[in-house]
């Protein structure tokens, strides 16, 4: 029978090539959430304040200035609505729920611009009237 002689080091090396082959691959199917960096944000301030309201809907149109809030909810919008906010916070989903309701009942002069660019096809409105129905959500009204 024939010995295999391993040079110095081979296994240590061998392992380091297998733990950064797993930890990018874990990387890669990881799925990425969204930053919680903003989510200290109370929806009830801006539902209840038309002007703070109007600012969120104008820099989403590209109308206004945007806070940093404001920019990182822009630059995952469209990812939220496509993958019915997937990678949002327990609390992000819970927000966005309440502020697309809000807008929907309560501002349809703002919800109509918002839904005309980030979900021309409304399946966003689709899933929340039929959530609607099925498990009768309140309108949330101020």
């Known amino acids: 029978m024939k010995t295999i002689k391993m040079q110095p080091g081979f296994l240590f090396r061998f392992c380091v090539f297998a733990l950064a082959v797993w930890f990018a691959h874990a990387a890669v199917t990881e799925k990425k959430k969204y930053t919680t960096k903003y989510d200290n944000i ?3 301030d801006v539902i209840k304040n038309d002007r703070l309201l109007k600012n ?3 820099c989403l149109l590209e109308k ?4 940093p809030d404001g920019l990182e909810l ?3 919008m469209p990812d939220a609505i496509e993958t019915d ?8 989903k819970d927000g ?3 502020m697309i309701r809000f807008l929907i009942d309560n501002k349809p002069e703002l919800w109509a611009p918002l839904q005309e660019k980030y979900d021309p096809t409304g399946s966003y409105k689709k ?8 498990v009768n959500i309140e309108p949330v009204h101020v």
């Open 42 to 44: 109370d929806i009830e």
């Open 56 to 58: 969120y809907v104008d």
């Open 64 to 67: 206004g200035i945007c806070t």
């Open 74 to 76: 822009k630059k995952n």
């Open 85 to 92: 906010c997937s990678k949002c916070s327990e609390k992000q």
């Open 96 to 98: 966005s729920d309440k």
């Open 127 to 134: 899933r929340y009237l039929a959530n609607k129905s099925d």
